[in-house]
């Protein structure tokens, strides 16, 4: 099959109706394999999978050098979203740094790495609390005016920094964790995306693997995998969570599906205005996620959903305390 296209925001972004999520094919989720990430990324153009998600401190930097290279004569067969806003010395991440002279020195780099001169969306990486985000959305209004951006994003913003952002320059998309799994997005902050007009592309859809069912512990996963620090897959969390997804695993096998594919369904069916980005490294598991557009849930089917991982009956927290404390909420 082939993805249809939605649209994210008013300014004209148009994109496929699942993205692919890049960071772990360079960190976070067991050594890199760079021939099968290649792959994965020319079978997503050929699925139709054409919004592809990267970042500067994924790496940091190889990720977005990683699509440089496996894009090389197709750009125009693919919208390419990445974000800006840490500070970064040899290949650690030190900090924040949305200065509007920093925005412009990170996105000279952005693009060399993407061997392209434009990036159809830039996100803010995370709030920096130290410089207004009437001067980052400026910053990067400059740039659009330059051609060397089209559209804008936030990633992991609350309601009022997306207010005052989108008054200096429309957003087209926030970027932020929502899926079954993660439901803070709800009381707040969808509500304002619709009222302006903005786009919502979740990240971690598949609630950083728990929802396709093959999990395990985790002390079980090898230092470096993200998922041995996850509060989630801790202890008894871990087991309470494993009891949470039974209804995904039972609407799965009533419509011979995988969990994973539940999972996105459930996502596409909460609005056209939404574009996952589940994240993978194996062509498998994209052609897995890319069958999830053409899987419909009835009414039924989606409140049992809703309330089988309603906020509140996912046990432990999001993420561990420190990375909670840069999430503008």
Not at 58 to 71: H, K, S, V, W
Not at 114 to 128: A, G, M, N
Not at 136 to 148: H, S
């Amino acid at each position: 099959m082939t993805l249809s296209t939605r649209k994210l925001g008013g300014q004209g972004l148009e994109v496929s109706a699942i993205g692919l999520g890049c960071m772990g094919m360079s960190q976070s989720y067991g050594p890199a394999d760079e021939a099968e990430s290649i792959a994965t990324l020319h079978r997503a153009i050929e699925l139709g999978c054409k919004f592809f998600d990267t970042a500067e401190n994924y790496g940091p930097f190889t990720n977005e050098e990683l699509l440089g290279r496996a894009f090389k004569g197709k750009r125009d067969q693919v919208v390419i979203a990445t974000k800006f806003g840490s500070r970064i010395e040899g290949n650690r991440i030190v900090g924040l740094d949305s200065r509007p002279e920093h925005i412009s020195q990170a996105v000279e780099g952005c693009l060399r790495r993407l061997r392209t001169d434009y990036i159809d969306l830039l996100y803010q990486h995370r709030v920096d609390r130290t410089v207004p985000i009437e001067e980052v959305a400026g910053a990067v209004g400059d740039l659009v005016k330059q051609g060397k951006v089209r559209f804008f994003g936030l990633s992991e913003a609350g309601v009022a920094t997306i207010r005052r952002a989108h008054a200096v320059h429309p957003l087209s998309a926030l970027q932020s964790e929502y899926s079954l799994w993660e439901r803070n997005l709800e009381p707040e902050i969808i509500p304002v995306l619709r009222e302006l007009g903005i786009g919502l592309v979740p990240f971690c859809p598949l609630g950083r693997g728990f929802l396709t069912g093959q999990v395990k512990h985790a002390e079980e996963y090898p230092e470096g995998d993200f998922r041995r620090t996850d509060p989630r897959y801790q202890g008894g969390n871990y087991d309470a969570n494993i009891k949470a997804a039974r209804m995904v695993r039972d609407i799965a096998e009533i419509k011979h599906a995988t969990l994973g594919e539940i999972a996105l369904a459930w996502l596409l069916h909460k609005g056209e205005d939404i574009v996952p980005i589940p994240g993978t490294k194996r062509r498998k598991y994209l052609e897995e996620n890319v069958n999830a557009a053409a899987i419909q849930l009835d009414s039924a089917q989606m409140n049992l959903l809703d309330d089988a991982l309603a906020l509140g009956k996912v046990s432990g927290k999001r993420y561990a305390d420190w990375i909670m404390a840069t999430i503008d909420r």
